[in-house]
């Protein structure tokens, strides 16, 4: 999910699931307000604020956030969830690797096309 998606999602949880009430919301300070209708490229740092406004500008609370049914939760820190993160580094030593048709490098253990 795009951050823009987890804040569209977010808003729809807010109003109870209710596309009508989330385009007449009428809470303008909120930081996801611009965002509301999925239209727009917000930053990370908009959800980070979000998130430590939710645990009451706590930097250690939103870390330790247990509540990973919200939409927010893999951008509560203001980072994109898994940025960086190589298959290689995940992929076991003894991962038995294939060629198919198209030229792909497959792993067969993992199934992720390389």
């Not at 909120?30 to 009451?56: A, E, Q, S, W």
Request: with cysteine.
């Amino acid at each position: 999910m795009t951050p823009l998606k987890a804040i569209r999602a977010k808003c729809l949880n807010c109003t109870g699931g209710e596309y009508k009430s989330v385009r007449k919301c009428e809470i303008e300070d909120c930081v996801l307000y611009n965002f509301r209708l999925g239209t727009g490229r917000p930053k990370l740092k908009i959800i980070r604020m979000y998130c430590l406004d939710c645990c009451n500008g706590q930097k250690a609370e939103v870390k330790a956030c247990t509540v990973k049914r919200c939409s927010l939760y893999p951008y509560r820190l203001g980072k994109r969830p898994l940025k960086g993160v190589s298959t290689q580094k995940t992929m076991p030593a003894e991962a038995v690797l294939e060629i198919n048709s198209d030229n792909m490098t497959k792993c067969i253990d993992w199934n992720i096309y390389l």
